[in-house]
């Protein structure tokens, strides 16, 4: 074995990354109807414009196989416990997948279409208004 002094790290500590991009689940950014929570949202957006990222995310309000602390008839919820609420009273309901035990939301609900209009508004205005470490935000919009 030659030694030659040199420490080498494994190439993912020692190139930095560009780009940062985070998955939110619709039910993390707001729990409640009306009232939205933008710590996680500001923290991610945060970190990555201390290490000079440009910042992607998605807000998913379906995610199997992921996590959730929130669950209604033994399935997880990925999107408001209001909003499945809602769309449990119309004659087309949200549904759970056989496959991962997960709701499923009525993409079509009437409920869903505007919560998701709102959701948009909202993170509009936050990244308008919102302070992120006297850096200004530039927007590029794409659902998916």
């Known amino acids: 074995m030659i030694k030659t002094g040199l420490n080498c790290l494994p190439i993912h500590q020692r190139l930095k990354r560009l780009d940062k991009y985070y998955r939110f689940s ?16 500001d923290q991610e957006i945060n970190d990555a414009i201390a290490n000079r990222q440009k910042f992607s995310f998605g807000i998913m309000p379906a995610y199997p196989g992921g996590a959730s602390d929130l669950s209604a008839n033994g399935a997880t ?51 308008d208004t919102g302070s992120y470490n006297d850096t200004q935000v530039c927007k590029c919009d794409q659902l998916y």
């Open 77 to 127: 919820l990925f999107y408001p416990l209001y909003l499945h609420e809602q769309m449990q009273s119309e004659a087309v309901k949200d549904w759970i997948t056989p496959l991962s035990k997960m709701w499923v939301p009525n993409w079509n609900s009437k409920y869903y279409l505007e919560a998701l209009e709102r959701l948009n508004e909202a993170i509009n205005n936050h990244l």
């Open 26 to 41: 619709w039910k993390d950014l707001k729990r409640v109807n009306g009232k939205y929570d933008w710590k996680l949202f």
